[in-house]
């Protein structure tokens, strides 16, 4: 089989992530998984409860859309159900990180605006949040996959976030983006007064096509 995206390239994208989402401690040692799509419904992804801190290349799986291993020999992700069901709503996708983020997890428990505190913020204005669902179930699968619509990310609550991206880099960055956005409103909480916010015209700059919402 020829897959669009070369094996070496797909692998070392998702080592280099998950190494650098492990020391960010948006990964904890076995929970959270990283997905990079190979060809429209093949999918490498990480393995089963493995160590996030020390995967290696031969860890890796490759999986395609009827849940059959196709490389690796380990078990893939129990949530491969969640990021198979997201890449066949969202062909705009290309990356999918499923995070443990204990700030935004926080922020998912309470039901909080996401208020335009940052540019940062205003990616994740329309935030969804999942009620809890056990984790690996056809029924979280499908429930995210439905909240999630077209948005960049959402929350599962009581367990973690669902962050997509056109590339393994911007779905990296978007998750990063989620927890300071997650820190800064938690922050916001502690202090009994209304944060300061974008004002709307600006929020509309700051969504208008070619002026990214993250990065400087
Ligand atoms: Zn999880």
Not at 31 to 44: K, M, Q
Not at 65 to 94: C, K, N
Not at 141 to 157: I, M, Q, S
Request: glycine letters at 8%; proline letters at 9%; hydrophobic letters at 45%.
């Amino acid at each position: 089989m020829s897959l669009k995206l070369e094996p070496a390239t797909a692998r070392k994208a998702l080592l280099e992530t998950a190494a650098e989402l492990y020391q960010a401690r948006l990964l904890t040692p076995t929970g959270g998984n990283i997905s990079l799509r190979a060809e429209p419904d093949v999918i490498w992804i990480t393995p089963r409860g493995l160590f996030k801190g020390g995967l290696r290349e031969e860890d890796l799986i490759l999986v395609d859309g009827d849940g059959r291993v196709r490389q690796g020999r380990h078990p893939p992700s129990r949530e491969t159900p969640l990021h198979m069901s997201i890449y066949a709503a969202r062909p705009d996708v290309g990356a999918i990180i499923h995070s443990h983020p204990p700030l935004a997890i926080t922020f998912g428990l309470f039901d909080l605006p996401v208020k335009p505190v940052t540019a940062g913020a205003v990616l994740f204005r329309n935030l969804p949040v999942v009620e809890f669902l056990l984790p690996g179930t056809p029924a979280l699968a499908r429930r995210a996959t439905e909240a999630l619509g077209d948005e960049p990310a959402a929350l599962l609550r009581n367990h973690g976030a669902v962050v997509v991206g056109a590339d393994l880099r911007q779905a990296a960055d978007r998750t990063h983006a989620l927890e300071e956005t997650c820190l800064t409103l938690l922050l916001a909480r502690l202090i009994a007064a209304e944060p300061a916010v974008i004002p709307a015209a600006l929020v509309g700059k700051l969504l208008s096509p070619g002026y990214p919402s993250i990065g400087g």
